[in-house]
């Protein structure tokens, strides 16, 4: 059998075509490499978001397995992975290329693990990280958390609001799913602190939706 390994927002919105070829789910495994929100995602509108980082940066954090249904083949488990995250899922056309994504300066690679927690092949997505603030030693976690903030706030436009795809969101659903990494709790309060004393960070993403005329 084939898994995705999942951990941001893979773990509750998987899309329509991996969910019907969901067989089952391994729930409280740790990724096999750290991660942190060292990513701005163009289709986010410039979202952080959350890709595997070197040693000294981020943590592993938790995640989830989801185990396709065993007639579904590796080549047709990097095909649909690879159409959630460039948002076209069900356009069959759009199938995964490992040598043009490798070419590409900026490719969205779909890597593998072998034997992972009792699955024999288990694939996860591996973009490079493009915040290059978040490497800096002589940053502390505060400033960084301030860069993310920005971006986060930034990201909501009518249209990444709408379809919850804003930066705010995709932190706030991280948290309930429990994945933390060493930027979160410092990245959530300067969203909160710059949103007029917001409790929480759905009604903090309410506050500069407003603001910004969105709703």
């Known amino acids: 059998m084939i898994g995705i390994l999942a951990y941001g ?17 391994i729930e409280g495994i740790c990724t096999p490499f750290n ?10 509108s410039g979202a952080p ?20 249904k065993a007639a579904i083949t590796e ?16 356009l069959k056309n759009e199938i995964y290329d490992h040598e043009n994504q490798t070419k590409k300066k900026d490719g ?3 890597k593998t693990l072998d ?10 997505t591996s973009l490079e990280p493009n915040i290059e603030e ?20 930034n990201s909501i436009t009518s249209e990444t609001y709408k379809d919850h795809r804003d930066g705010i969101w995709y932190l706030y659903q991280n948290i309930l799913s429990g994945i933390i990494t060493p930027l979160t709790e410092p990245y959530q309060n300067e969203i909160l602190k710059r949103a007029n004393g917001a409790t929480d960070l759905s009604s903090a993403r309410d506050h500069f939706a407003r603001q910004k005329g969105v709703f």
């Open 9 to 25: 927002s893979l773990v509750t919105d998987p899309g329509d075509e991996i969910r019907c070829c969901l067989d089952h789910r």
């Open 35 to 44: 991660v942190e929100y060292a990513r701005r995602s163009r289709t986010r």
């Open 134 to 153: 978040i490497f800096n030693p002589n940053l502390s976690d505060k400033k960084k958390a301030e860069i993310l903030a920005e971006a986060a706030i």
């Open 115 to 124: 034997n992972f927690c009792g699955v024999p092949i288990v694939i996860y």
């Open 75 to 90: 080549e047709q488990a990097k095909n649909m992975l690879y159409r959630r995250e460039i948002h076209k899922i069900g």
């Open 108 to 110: 969205l690679l779909i």
């Open 49 to 68: 978001t959350l890709v595997p980082v070197p040693e000294g940066v981020g943590s592993p954090v938790k995640g989830v397995i989801l185990v396709l």
